[in-house]
DNA sequence: GTGAAAGCGCTAACAT
DNA sequence: ATGTTAGCGCTTTCAC
């Protein structure tokens, strides 16, 4: 591996000069610019990250917590932020984030010297080390408490959402929510549709919202349980939002196991709208998020000078209209 | 940060006692690892890969080449491997392979000091850069020529599928191949049907056999395009063997959007099964591969140093049977 | 059984 | 406009 140093002495400079002209920062000659470029071409230098790395003490790797590397809503942003962070000379790393090793994890991140933290694992996450991170000047999003943060706001998409079901004569909806009681009042979706369910002339019945285990078990498969115990329980229905897509998937198969034609019996709607779900059978209305927005977010409040610790950047959302309504 | 050298002047003793006790490699007295322990303790020191790295000139970071990072089959994988690395203190970084910029991302590789390159972009990623990284003595898998392999073996799944088409009477099974003519040489679901399609006592028609061009065009939509074009080409068939599940998804659709009832008037088959292919309608049978394996004999490849130039591991499958056949 | 010391390759403050 | 040099924190050889 070719050092700086070799790529000096072969430009006849010092390795401050070369520093120069590959950073791009201080003054150089054109005639040493010049030299200096030559050499690292002939002699094809790739400068060594380890070192630069260890000399600024800081990594230029951002780590991602995932609590389910499967759910593809997470890979639309994991692929956006890879993209964002190539353009900015980063990479990207994956934790998962199960049972208890949380500590572990997050010790080694310290280890590593990260240069920030997406935590994408909001459900399991208890954030008490904030403050360490902090000390150590490590960038952390969605980590609880202040900082940051991206926000995905809803509004708008479950406004539409729940018009949606009440311009089709739609009154009892029930929604799958899949996560554990004490973490609904967490999600937006849920508490919009809990506030506002009545406005919207819907009879509201709190036996009508599901909590379930998610992310410990499956989304498709929380969906179709909850599904199946709602029609099992007699519960009255004739619509169902879904927290997640993946979620929508289990609660179709459920209905079409058991008899129910959506949407002429019932109608569906999911959130994420993930690249596939058009292909859901019926088609799936669902809301839509600009993940790739949020992606980009990500890595620009890890990455950007400007952001400051309570910057908000919100994420829009909107219903896209298919065949499950 | 707490560094070596405070942990030694803590516990009286000199930096390479300490790294003597933390790596458990090398003479050490009873007394000085005890004081060593406690002083790691109290002082809650942690050590700095950015140096250790640097040192040893090479980096724990274990680089993934990705060309469609929302297939869920490379997040089954991805999702393995980072379990596995883990618990061997190596991280998994994404790197997508998109357009041509790969010059650039193994450039990168190399300045990182990558431990390890996994490259689950077969179809987009010519390797010729293969020698530089070997004598950097960066391990490969996956990147053409020589070197270690991990094989699907998909011959035992590949039999059972065309087993059970064979035994419901199907004739005329398309295979929905979904890459590109001149790649598919290269894949044993396809060279393996070719090969043994009339033992099966299948009519065999190249015009049955359809390319695409995943990974440019989303899986799904591969599969939708082709199969309808295969509807309206007119050519006869009653089966359809699917690449991919994702594949299969869009089969299932064009099936459905043209009024064939699967597995009535066609039987499908897919190959993956994804955790979700059962919630299809109807549900999938496929070819189920250890992914799980597959991801931890990546891993393993990289990391073990039994592993020579010519190992090969073999991934086995078989066939899972639900509803579309 | 333990310690001293020489770098790994880079950056940046300082000197020229 | 350019060069010199002092570390970043660790590992590891070598000497005691």
């Known amino acids: ?74 890979m639309h942003l994991v692929e956006a932020m890879v993209e964002r962070a190539e353009q900015q ?42 403050d360490i991170f902090l000390e150590e000047g490590i960038r952390l999003i969605n980590c609880t408490k202040s900082g940051p943060k991206v926000v995905v706001d809803y509004t708008e998409g479950m406004r539409q959402a729940m018009e949606s079901f009440r311009r089709t004569g739609r009154k009892r909806p029930a929604f799958v929510a899949g996560i554990e009681e004490w973490l609904m009042p967490t999600d937006m979706r849920i508490t919009y549709f809990q506030q506002n369910a009545e406005k919207y002339g819907f009879e509201y019945d709190s036996r009508r919202i599901l909590c379930g285990n998610y992310p410990m078990e499956k989304a498709h498969n929380v969906g179709y349980e909850l599904c199946r115990k709602l029609i099992a329980s007699g519960v009255p229905f004739d619509s169902v939002f879904c927290l997640t897509d993946m979620m929508a998937l289990g609660v179709l198969r459920a209905l079409f196991d058991n008899g129910y034609k959506v949407p002429h019996d019932v109608s569906v709607i999911g959130c994420d709208d993930l690249d596939f779900t058009g292909f859901f059978i019926p088609a799936l209305t669902t809301i839509q998020v600009d993940k ?29 209209e298919r065949n499950s309504v």
């Not at 208890?100 to 590593?112: A, G, M, T, W």
């Open 1 to 74: 591996m070719v050092t700086k140093q070799e790529v000096a002495e072969r430009a006849g400079v010092s390795t401050a000069t070369v520093g120069r002209v590959i950073s791009g920062k201080g003054y150089v000659s054109a005639e040493a610019r010049e030299k200096v470029n030559a050499a690292v071409k002939e002699l094809n230098y790739r400068t060594n990250k380890l070192a630069s790395n260890l000399r600024k003490s800081k990594s230029n790797i951002i780590a991602v917590l995932v609590e389910d590397l499967l759910n593809p809503y997470y």
């Open 89 to 130: 000379d980063c990479i990207i790393s994956m934790f998962a984030i199960k049972d208890r090793d949380v500590r572990k994890i997050l010790d080694d991140l310290l280890s590593y010297r990260v240069c920030g933290i997406v935590n994408l694992a909001m459900f399991t996450c208890d954030f008490s080390w904030y």
């Open 292 to 320: 790739k927005a949020e992606g980009y977010a990500y890595v620009d409040f890890i990455l950007d000078e400007g952001v400051s610790e309570d910057t908000v950047r919100k994420i829009g959302t909107k219903l896209v």
